[in-house]
């Protein structure tokens, strides 16, 4: 009987031995399970290196100035030993003070919902506290979580001018396709690593095979390191984009989920998740954002 288990057990291992040759890591790290889906424009802000917005115990979304700052043309100056803020958008400027509700906005006393507070080293205000400081309108979309926010001043960075470039729109599809769940895979040959995006097809029509675009970024330190685009191109000869004809080679029915797959592997671009951190080409990327689309047609 004892010899029986052995080999039972030898054979198990050579099995699962040669499975881990040939599959992903069994602990592919998560790096966002998108509980609140922030759109700023016409993108969504799918990864954050620190912290992304959340609805705290008061169901109160909370917004990482961090965010403000890096992508939508806030200036944000921390005071540590006074635990103060000092905010600047447009001509509009404001300040905030870590665990208080009182607030103001040019000199003037603002009452917050719920107290501005420091999460692994963010500081989180209100996001309608962010909406008033940038007079735009915040838009909440409660049955997919989705948090947008639109201002021609977000996301302008001369890096990320390209997010927005989406040839054979299809229009009927805008906000109809929506990321719900963020992960990165790892793999023994580093060159096949990848990051998987379950996204939502929240429409009531179908998703052909090949119609569905993307235009994904990875953002460091104010500049755009990496990323996956097709640009809503049917074929990328001549345009710099990689050949394909969409990210889905299968229909996405209505209202149903499908998995997608960013990469940029040309034998020199390297990404790894490493310490809590996505590391492409050496750098640490700050943010993942991605534009998701439907083209009309192939050109």
Request: charge should be neutral; include cysteine; charged fraction near 20%.
């Amino acid at each position: 009987m004892k010899i029986l288990i052995k080999l039972i057990l030898i054979k198990l291992i050579i099995v699962l031995s040669i499975l881990s040759m040939f599959s992903a890591t069994a602990d592919a790290s998560i790096m966002n399970n998108l509980g609140v889906v922030l759109k700023l424009n016409n993108s969504y802000i799918l990864y954050a290196d620190q912290e992304l917005p959340f609805i705290d115990k008061a169901n109160r979304t909370m917004f990482p100035l961090s965010i403000a700052r890096d992508l939508m043309g806030f200036k944000v100056a921390f005071d540590p030993i006074k635990g103060k803020a000092d905010i600047i958008f447009d001509v509009t400027k404001a300040q905030v003070m870590i665990n208080n509700k009182q607030a103001y906005i040019n000199d003037k006393p603002v009452v917050l919902d719920t107290p501005v507070i420091m999460r692994n080293n963010s500081l989180m205000v209100p996001a309608r506290f962010i909406s008033q400081i940038c007079n735009t309108p915040l838009e909440w979309d409660a049955k997919h979580h989705v948090l947008i926010l639109k201002n021609d001043k977000f996301l302008n960075a001369y890096s990320l001018t390209h997010l927005d470039e989406m040839q054979n729109l299809d229009e009927s599809f805008q906000d109809k396709i929506i990321p719900q769940k963020v992960e990165f895979v790892e793999y023994k040959n580093p060159d096949e690593n990848r990051i998987n995006m379950q996204i939502l097809n929240a429409s009531d029509n179908v998703i052909d095979k090949e119609f569905l675009h993307m235009n994904c970024f990875y953002y460091t330190n104010d500049r755009v390191a990496g990323g996956d685009m097709s640009l809503g191109f049917s074929s990328g000869r001549g345009t710099g984009v990689s050949d394909r004809r969409g990210y889905n080679p299968d229909a996405i029915n209505a209202n149903s989920t499908y998995t997608i797959h960013s990469n940029t592997w040309d034998g020199k671009n390297k990404h790894i998740f490493k310490s809590h951190h996505f590391i492409f080409n050496d750098n640490i990327v700050k943010y993942v954002i991605c534009n998701y689309f439907k083209i009309t047609g192939f050109n």
